[in-house]
């Protein structure tokens, strides 16, 4: 068993959310299933993963803790290794590969110190070693969350942004994150929305919407405003905005 | 339809794998299934989210992208927002929450702005708004991603780390990240294993397993050391590791 699953129920729940029957959610399923089974019943679990390969999907599957709903927290440490924790007081058992039992699983040695490329690793044999090996290839402590990682952050208050029109966290700045230039996108002022059987609901009332691309810094004023507004702002161009007071 | 699944369906999947039927995530869905039918049939996509907040989930439930597989990337801008794109060129479509178009829904205008504390809203009527408005509260952009954001690192070499003993990226120093300092744990050194029908695995034969604790930088020769090991590191005690070389 592998939390409430049969070995094979799981490598086919594996198979459906993570895509493939990746050696990682095999070992990773038999350690969360560990770190599981040494919490209380009952508890409110948080979790920590210490890797972003793999593991976190083997947290999403057998536990309540996603991504989504904030229960499981990446620290991306480059370790093989996750903890379960109480909400509250951040108790819990850490979970993690213990290398110097891997004498007796050489496929598997080989994949986690990667002494191979992948296409020359033998796929089958690695799963097969690592059902063999579950869990006693798991070294498991226990540990305390540090305090600073129990609390949740609070977003505090959310408005649109004077630039983009989205909501966002005012505590973000005085427009959101992503028109202070921490976009991940280049603007495609050309492309046309593809295939579709769908309504286009980019709103043609709503220009604002259809201009974000490329932000820069105005040259004259120094302030943050989309390049397709023109050489600089359109306050600078003149259409700076009235300031009303009561 | 939500993705391949029916309302209800959607809903039941969401409650299993999330834990509560939480409007961001019946939001999500819709805004998720907006995005899917864009993209071209067969396409490898991948996905980027702009919030850590629920509509990471949406994804992972409706799309092949995951935390783990690394085809999802959360970028939090803190903008309810998400893109899918071609792995390969970057281009896709960008859904988000359009508040101009909120006029009409004031249940929601009320979660998203968080104008009433959560426990004043109307859980109920929040959710037959999100569902009555659907696709409508949406918008659309063609996009495409940064080239920088569409690479997967290599993590390099894994090496045992010489302190704690467990593989890490050999890229991320001399000794792994958590032995640098940035473990999100506590030491708890009185503290037992809890219940427990398993086998206990910290081995006996590894002390140094079982020392991991609050790392501090040795007061004579200025390295990291396990703070158990004394007051000075293991090497200033006395113990200094001999290097032979061919």
């Known amino acids: 068993m592998i939390g409430p699953y049969s070995?094979?129920?799981?490598?086919?729940?594996?198979?459906?959310?993570?895509?493939?029957?990746?050696?990682?959610?095999?070992?990773?399923?038999?350690?969360?299933?560990?770190?599981?089974?040494?919490?209380?019943?009952?508890?409110?679990?948080?979790?920590?993963?210490?890797?972003?390969a793999c593991l976190p999907d083997a947290i999403q599957l057998l536990t309540p803790c996603t991504v989504g709903n904030s229960r499981l927290k990446i620290i991306n440490l480059g370790r093989f290794a996750l903890s379960l924790y109480e909400k509250d007081n951040g108790?819990?058992?850490?979970?993690?590969?213990?290398?110097?039992r891997l004498e007796s699983w050489p496929g598997i040695a080989t994949w986690l110190f990667k002494l191979k490329p992948k296409a020359e690793q033998n796929q089958e044999r690695l799963l097969a070693e690592i059902r063999e090996a579950g869990q006693r290839l798991c070294g498991v402590q226990p540990i305390r969350v540090d305090p600073k990682h129990l609390h949740k952050k609070n977003k505090g208050r959310i408005s649109s942004c004077i630039q983009c029109g989205e909501?966002?966290?005012?505590?973000?700045?005085?427009?959101?994150?992503?028109?202070?230039?921490?976009?991940?996108?280049?603007?495609i002022p050309g492309r046309q929305p593809g295939r579709s059987t769908h309504l286009?609901?980019?709103?043609?009332?709503?220009?604002?919407?259809?201009?974000?691309?490329?932000?820069?810094?105005?040259?004259?004023?120094?302030?943050?405003?989309?390049?397709?507004?023109?050489?600089?702002c359109r306050a600078c161009q003149g259409e700076s905005v009235k300031v009303i007071r009561d």
Chains 1, 2 share one sequence.
Do not use: W
Request: hydrophobic share 35%; aromatic share 10%.
């Open 167 to 187: 909501p966002y966290p005012l505590q973000d700045g005085p427009i959101c994150l992503a028109c202070q230039g921490e976009t991940p996108y280049v603007s």
């Open 91 to 100: 108790e819990g058992f850490r979970v993690f590969f213990d290398s110097g």
């Open 7 to 52: 070995f094979k129920e799981y490598m086919q729940v594996v198979e459906s959310f993570h895509g493939s029957t990746a050696p990682g959610l095999l070992a990773g399923g038999f350690m969360v299933d560990l770190a599981m089974k040494r919490m209380p019943e009952g508890a409110l679990l948080n979790a920590i993963c210490e890797t972003q």
């Open 200 to 232: 286009v609901l980019v709103k043609p009332q709503h220009p604002g919407k259809t201009s974000r691309g490329l932000v820069s810094n105005c040259s004259m004023c120094g302030e943050p405003y989309p390049e397709s507004d023109g050489p600089v």
